[in-house]
């Protein structure tokens, strides 16, 4: 709403004064504030959904990639360890049996080889957890067919 107030002179004759009352009519800007908060609410939901995805795939590639290397050395350990363990163990056995070390080199090499053992089996775990971080972050993971043990790597 608008109230103004004038006065003049009419070709130095007429004195005139006056007032004026208006309302403004919007009919050419119908709810722009609306609009726009609309439009700036739309925005930001697809930034955020933006940052979402590339939140999901920088978790994806980085479960992806734990799960790639506790495979790859899981299996350097089976190479190394599981496979020649029980040949190792024999042989430790019939040397002993022989005479050609004694029972202080038994219990030192027989440690060895349990924390060899213990190393491949934490091998292991962390190949099924970099496994069930991967089907978390694809969504994929269904908690009563998760069994540790069941897959090897």
Do not use: H
């Amino acid at each position: 709403m608008t109230v103004g107030v004038f006065a003049g002179r009419e070709e130095r004759t007429d004195d005139l004064v006056g007032g004026t009352v208006g309302i403004s009519v919007p009919l050419f800007n119908r709810q722009q504030g609306r609009v726009a908060a609309t439009r700036a609410a739309r925005e930001r939901l697809a930034y955020e959904k933006e940052a979402l995805r590339l939140t999901i795939e920088q978790e994806v590639t980085t479960a992806l990639a734990k799960l790639q290397a506790a495979r790859t050395a899981a299996a350097q350990l089976q190479d190394q360890v599981v496979g020649t363990l029980a040949d190792n163990v024999d042989l430790l056995q019939r040397s002993f049996v022989a005479g050609r070390i004694g029972a202080t080199d038994v219990v030192t090499l027989r440690r060895e080889f349990a924390a060899s053992r213990s190393e491949y089996v934490e091998a292991l775990a962390d190949t099924w957890l970099a496994r069930l971080e991967v089907e978390l972050a694809t969504g994929c993971a269904e908690p009563q067919k998760i069994r540790p043990g069941k897959e090897q790597p």
